[in-house]
């Protein structure tokens, strides 16, 4: 079974919004980091926004004020809400979960594409 599985990704237009999901086999988000990346086409993979085991988040530069994660306990599940969306937001989504203790243990879920139209 996958242990993260994304959802919600799409085509949308300029302006637009979309929700992500990423839904964990456990609840694992009190001893796990769980974050969002993306990687678009000719580019690095980037941290877009994430969540610290004990609930801190933080977000880059470029999506602060847009983005939103957050998260829903009971469903094991973790959202990404992307708002007034452009263009360069164009990417493959990737909901992924570190623990650093009492061993390091990183887990990436398939990905979910993102089209932004201008």
């Known amino acids: 079974q996958r242990q993260l599985v994304e959802s919600g990704g799409g085509l949308v237009q300029a302006g637009g919004s979309l929700r992500l999901s990423c839904t964990a086999s456990?609840?694992?988000?009190?001893?796990?980091?769980m974050r969002w990346y993306r990687q678009a086409p000719g580019k690095q993979r980037e941290l877009v926004a994430g969540?610290?085991?004990?609930?801190?988040?933080n977000y880059a530069d470029s999506v602060k004020g847009r983005f939103t994660i957050s998260r829903d306990n009971t469903k094991n599940t973790v959202y990404l809400q992307m708002n007034s969306l452009k263009p360069e937001d164009t990417a493959v989504y990737y909901c992924?979960?570190?623990?650093?203790?009492?061993?390091?243990?990183?887990?990436w879920g398939q990905g979910t594409l993102v089209t932004v139209s201008s």
């Open positions: 992924n979960a570190r623990r650093v203790g009492p061993a390091i243990v990183e887990v």
């Open positions: 456990t609840n694992i988000f009190s001893t796990h980091a």
């Open positions: 969540f610290t085991s004990g609930g801190s988040t």
